[in-house]
T-cell receptor
Framework: TQLLEQSPQFLSIQEGENLTVYCNSSSVFSSLQWYRQEPGEGPVLLVTVVTGGEVKKLKRLTFQFGDARKDSSLHITAAQPGDTGLYLCAGEIQGAQKLVFGQGTRLTINP | DTGVSQNPRHKITKRGQNVTFRCDPISEHNRLYWYRQTLGQGPEFLTYFQNEAQLEKSRLLSDRFSAERPKGSFSTLEIQRTEQGDSAMYLC?????????????FGQGTRLTVV
């Protein structure tokens, strides 16, 4: 059973388009992180969200934490080929002390 | 470079051999995690340490796997009698827990291939 479900698992779009990736769970998280991973490398932390309803922006990337702290979304505006990669959400379940990961969304931006 | 460091980056071994990986965390971080990642999947939790204490082990961690973190600094992950199913990327991460927030920073991983 996957504690964090990401959708879509694969996404291929053209440069300049917008996209949203979703991360959903039935569990409440103390905090939730988004990572980006290149082939053969470790995940790189993009952002941490903590408060329900929180919105954070990182250039063309917008991250939102659900009001109930059970879900999150990543929106990319005007996608560029450099955005290509595996996007992972990870969260620390309340009361637990480990990060659990979603299965990832493999994003391809075509020039 | 003050990030998380993992060695070796790549390891090819014959089935049945033992292998050991090393992770050097960010120096002030008190928590250290090991994850395993197979192609096309997200990282799967294996175990974690708070300082030198190993606080949780996943059911994925069979008796052939052992992890240590002597003196609460670097950590090693040993796999005994390797099997082809052990082929994966082994990731180490460290974090400094502040309140309810855990931000984990990952190393570049060790890719294990068992032939």
């Amino acid at each position: 059973t996957q504690l964090l479900e990401q959708s879509p698992q694969f996404l291929s779009i053209q440069e300049g388009e917008n996209l949203t990736v979703y991360c959903n769970s039935s569990s409440v998280f103390s905090s939730l992180q988004w990572y980006r991973q290149e082939p053969g490398e470790g995940p790189v932390l993009l952002v941490t969200v903590v408060t329900g309803g929180e919105v954070k922006k990182l250039k063309r990337l917008t991250f939102q934490f659900g009001d109930a702290r059970k879900d999150s979304s990543l929106h990319i505006t005007a996608a560029q080929p450099g955005d290509t990669g595996l996007y992972l959400c990870a969260g620390e379940i309340q009361g637990a002390q480990k990060l659990v990961f979603g299965q990832g969304t493999r994003l391809t931006i075509n020039p | 470079d003050t990030g998380v460091s993992q060695n070796p980056r790549h390891k090819i071994t014959k089935r049945g051999q033992n292998v050991t990986f090393r992770c050097d965390p960010i120096s002030e971080h008190n928590r250290l995690y090991w994850y395993r990642q197979t192609l096309g999947q997200g990282p799967e939790f294996l175990t974690y340490f708070q300082n030198e204490a190993q606080l949780e082990k996943s059911r994925l961690l069979s008796d052939r796997f052992s992890a240590e973190r002597p003196k609460g600094s670097f950590s090693t992950l040993e796999i005994q009698r390797t099997e082809q199913g052990d082929s994966a990327m082994y990731l180490c991460a460290s974090s400094l827990v502040v309140g309810a927030v855990t931000e984990a920073f990952f190393g570049q991983g060790t890719r294990l291939t068992v032939v």
